[in-house]
């Protein structure tokens, strides 16, 4: 167990509509990335923030969004969704540490758009 | 932004053998390189990192190399066993007083060890 965990496990949905998914980093984490995982795919950076700020931006789509809260769980909104969408989606969190350091990963998100 | 590239894309190596994966990077100010290995349907784990001030890091099977110089850098597996059978991801990063940023996969390796 990582520590990150990451609601709901298995999302199916509609052409068109919108959901959100959700995730909370290791206690003490300041650091959540997002990102998305088509089937035999790499993992495409989408976003990172930084105890509540955005702080780098990958190759997010307009139809997405996120945020994180005071608390410090971030939560990852899809809009509009196409079947392209489908892909398991990982949240990661890493803690405040200079020069990098390693990004502990949720068991992720599937996402099926039928 | 930064782009990562990986090679092979897919490696077959016979047990007990050594296996190999390469990375380029393109953005210099990045001084954080970690591996992942991601086994079917699980989340990507850490195996191994290295920074830049280091040129070389082992643990136990696996060691990385990296040559800032030339931007590029290298995951080794000596004396390959079947559970080593996973997908292998680089990355790379610019290491901030917050931890990473810009934390960006290659597209990843299947190696498959054949018993």
């Known amino acids: 167990d990582s520590g990150v965990t990451q609601t709901p496990k298995h999302l199916i949905t509609a052409t068109g509509q919108r959901v959100t998914l959700r995730c909370s980093p290791r206690?003490?984490?300041?650091?959540v990335y997002w990102y998305q995982q088509s089937l035999d795919q790499g993992l495409q950076f989408l976003i990172q923030y930084y105890n509540g700020e955005e702080r780098a931006k990958g190759n997010i789509l307009e139809r997405f969004s996120a945020q994180q809260f005071p608390d410090l769980h971030s939560e990852l909104n899809l809009s509009s969704l196409e079947l392209g969408d489908s892909a398991l989606y990982f949240c990661a969190s890493s803690p405040v540490r200079g020069a990098g350091g390693e990004a502990f990963f949720g068991q992720g998100t599937r996402l099926t758009v039928v | 932004g930064e782009n990562v590239e990986q090679h092979p894309s897919t490696l077959s190596v016979q047990e007990g053998d050594s296996a190999v994966i390469k990375c380029t990077y393109s953005?210099?100010?990045?001084?954080?390189f970690p591996w992942y290995k991601q086994e079917l349907g699980k989340r990507p784990q850490l195996i191994i990192d290295?920074?830049?001030?280091?040129g070389e890091k082992k643990d136990q099977r696996i060691a990385v190399t990296l040559n800032k110089t030339a931007k590029h850098f290298s995951l080794h597996i000596t004396e390959t066993q079947p559970e080593d059978s996973a997908v292998y991801f680089c990355a790379a990063s610019i290491g901030r007083d917050f931890g990473n940023e810009k934390l960006t996969f290659g597209t990843g390796t299947r190696l498959t060890i054949i018993p």
């Open positions: 290295i920074r830049s001030n280091v």
């Open positions: 953005d210099s100010a990045s001084n954080y």
């Open positions: 206690s003490g984490d300041l650091s």
